[in-house]
């Protein structure tokens, strides 16, 4: 069983940034993988990055290249997603995921 819970959403205004923290617990959580997603209103959930378990190899969606950075702390079991230079489009839930566990999600919302 693995436990996820995120933290750092909020409201910002375009061009602002957010810090997004997803922290992992259980038997399986250090070697694992941990991603992001998020889900706008009427929209399907989507991946945002991705980081393997000891954090060498990242994905992005190319909606995020260059804005958003991925990356873990081992040590505390945690997956931090920073968000620079938002958009408006960037509003969502952003859920992160390890396995087949999910967290109960983050809402980030940015005004135009």
């Known amino acids: 069983q693995v436990q996820l819970v995120e933290s750092g959403g909020g409201s910002v205004q375009a061009g602002g940034s957010l810090r997004l923290s997803c922290a992992a617990s259980?038997?399986?959580?250090?070697?694992?993988?941990i991603d992001w997603y998020r889900q706008a209103p009427g929209k399907e959930r989507e991946l945002v990055a991705a980081?393997?378990?000891?954090?060498?190899?990242?994905v992005y969606a190319d909606s995020v290249k260059g804005r958003f950075s991925i990356s873990r702390d081992n040590a505390k079991n945690a997956v931090v997603l920073q968000m620079t230079r938002l958009k408006p489009e960037d509003t969502a839930i952003y859920y992160c995921?390890?396995?087949?566990?999910w967290g109960q999600g983050t809402q980030v919302t940015v005004s135009p």
């Open positions: 980081i393997n378990w000891d954090g060498s190899t990242t």
């Open positions: 995921k390890q396995l087949q566990y």
């Open positions: 259980g038997r399986t959580a250090t070697y694992a993988g």
